[in-house]
């Protein structure tokens, strides 16, 4: 705590804490973790009786906003990483171990979890496979490569159902006569 730095722990309030917050407020996961760290010491502080009360006892969160998380990369990121590490490099064998390391390279993780959704993998396989419980996470993956497979079905066929006319070049101002 910047602002109470030679502060008794006695000392500190909660409205001490509750401005700690709010001076993050731009950033709600530091000032989430801001709570926490303080939380874990006036807690041991308050058990081993150097204070009367903890300050943080009832000071809320701050609201954290929704997302999706973390980008998931694409077969062009990895592309481009491949590209820019060659075999043999330490970023590039990052690249092969990341991708299998629980709790890192969250953006790799997704991509494999959609790579092996669309390869039909089932429910307790990526379970098995990301560490997951219950069907939550595999199934919002299942739902990702879905929609993506999808997608690529449904430009196929407006590809495969709009007919090319290499011999009448397309011009703007053209009403179907030359010039």
Same mark, same amino acid.
């Given at each position: 705590m910047e602002?109470a730095?030679?502060?008794?722990?006695?000392?500190?309030?909660?409205g001490h804490?509750?401005?700690?917050?709010?001076?993050?407020?731009?950033?709600?996961?530091?000032?989430?973790?801001?709570?926490?760290t303080?939380?874990?010491?006036?807690?041991?502080a308050a058990?081993?009786q150097?204070?009367?009360?903890?300050?943080t006892?009832g000071?809320k969160?701050?609201?954290?906003?929704k997302t999706?998380g973390?980008?998931?990369?694409?077969? +062009?990121?990895?592309?481009?990483?491949?590209?820019r590490?060659?075999?043999?490099?330490? %970023? =590039?064998?990052w690249?092969?171990? #990341?991708?299998g390391?629980?709790g890192?390279?969250?953006?790799?993780?997704?991509?494999?979890?959609i790579r092996?959704?669309?390869?039909g993998?089932?429910?307790?396989?990526l379970?098995?496979?990301?560490?997951?419980?219950?069907?939550?996470?595999?199934?919002?993956?299942?739902?990702?490569? +879905?929609?993506?497979q999808?997608?690529?079905d449904g430009?196929q066929?407006?590809?495969? %159902? =709009?007919?090319?006319?290499k011999? #009448?070049p397309?011009?703007?101002?053209?009403?179907?006569?030359?010039?």
């Amino acid at each position: 705590m910047e602002k109470a730095g030679n502060q008794q722990a006695s000392k500190i309030t909660r409205g001490h804490i509750v401005e700690g917050r709010d001076r993050r407020k731009a950033t709600p996961t530091q000032a989430r973790h801001f709570i926490d760290t303080m939380r874990s010491v006036f807690e041991w502080a308050a058990e081993a009786q150097l204070i009367k009360a903890d300050p943080t006892a009832g000071v809320k969160y701050p609201k954290q906003p929704k997302t999706d998380g973390f980008t998931a990369w694409t077969e +062009d990121h990895v592309a481009a990483y491949e590209s820019r590490w060659p075999i043999g490099t330490r %970023e =590039r064998v990052w690249l092969g171990v #990341a991708a299998g390391v629980p709790g890192s390279a969250h953006g790799l993780r997704k991509l494999a979890a959609i790579r092996l959704a669309l390869a039909g993998a089932t429910i307790p396989q990526l379970n098995a496979i990301f560490g997951w419980t219950g069907s939550e996470m595999a199934m919002y993956y299942i739902d990702m490569a +879905d929609r993506a497979q999808l997608a690529r079905d449904g430009m196929q066929k407006l590809r495969a %159902e =709009r007919p090319v006319n290499k011999s #009448a070049p397309y011009s703007r101002g053209s009403k179907g006569q030359n010039g």
